[in-house]
């Protein structure tokens, strides 16, 4: 299995698990833009390098939150719970790498919200996920 | 020392963490809790309240959590202090050991993690 498939496998189990069982996940597609100041981001750094990000529009964002941490979420405090949920998927995926395939690798800080449109990697897809709430985008780059 | 006398200090820059640690720590009757974001403001926190236990996260912005777990040792030889990490890798831990952490969570950390921190620290 590709390390590319291997996200969306452990993507897929962290929605179930974390934020809900509703869900219907799309297909991976090619995507080459998205628009800022809507979306966060964490690269997965090491032996294996990788782009990871989740972009939607605001309801559906608001939507996520609170359903990942299991409270009425503020708007203050919407972009930290997303960052940490790419941290934990992100985390989940790093120990996933290192103890099946023996590759090191950690995380950097998430970045929130870069202004303008974002111009993606040529590799990158977008895996679009439909919840109750709304639709999320999910993006992975190797 | 009662569980509940124990000084904690929370440095994560992750909302929701801290607030899963807390209330972990508040079912086992820890309720003196200090919370930081980042390992600078972790460093100052920990010279101004010299807490028992510190929970540290890796990633974070400012300063990270093994440059601070460095310097809180370099400060104070004694600071008991645990790593908690969504990158619970075998070189994480290793890392987390040789910078002067204690010991190594994966996040999330569990009610019996925690009572093995305090139940050590209480000991040691």
């Not at chain 1, 189990?13 to 100041?37: F, H, N, Q, T, Y």
């Not at chain 2, 009662?2 to 929370?10: E, M, R, T, Y």
């Not at chain 2, 963490?17 to 972790?42: H, M, W, Y």
């Not at chain 2, 101004?48 to 104070?76: R, S």
């Amino acid at each position: 299995m590709s390390k590319k498939d291997l996200y969306i496998n452990e993507l897929t189990s962290c929605l179930k698990e974390m934020v809900s069982e509703d869900l219907k996940a799309g297909a991976a597609a090619p995507l080459s833009d998205i628009p800022g100041g809507c979306y966060i981001s964490q690269l997965i750094v090491g032996d294996y390098t990788a782009f990871t990000a989740l972009y939607a529009e605001e309801s559906a964002l608001n939507g996520f939150a609170s359903a990942y941490a299991k409270f009425d979420v503020s708007p203050d405090d919407r972009d930290e719970i997303l960052a940490d949920f790419l941290n934990m998927t992100n985390g989940r995926f790093a120990v996933l790498l290192s103890n099946s395939q023996s590759v090191e690798c950690t995380l950097s800080v998430p970045e929130y919200k870069p202004p303008g449109t974002v111009t993606l990697r040529s590799d990158s897809v977008a895996i679009p996920v439909e919840f109750p709430f709304g639709s999320i985008c999910f993006i992975f780059s190797e | 020392m009662a569980d509940n006398d124990l000084k904690i200090l929370i440095c994560d820059d992750s909302l929701l963490a801290r607030r899963a640690l807390r209330e972990n720590l508040k079912t086992l009757n820890c309720t003196n809790i200090f919370e930081v974001s980042d390992g600078q403001a972790a460093i100052d926190m920990y010279k101004q309240e010299h807490p028992d236990i510190t929970f540290l996260d890796i990633v974070m912005p400012v300063k990270d959590g093994i440059t601070a777990v460095k310097e809180i040792c370099a400060y104070d030889k004694d600071a008991y202090l645990i790593m908690v990490s969504s990158v619970g890798t075998q070189a994480h831990l290793k890392e987390a050991l040789k910078s002067g952490a204690n010991d190594f969570i994966q996040k999330p950390a569990t009610i019996e993690q925690l009572k093995a921190v305090i139940t050590n620290a209480v000991t040691k």
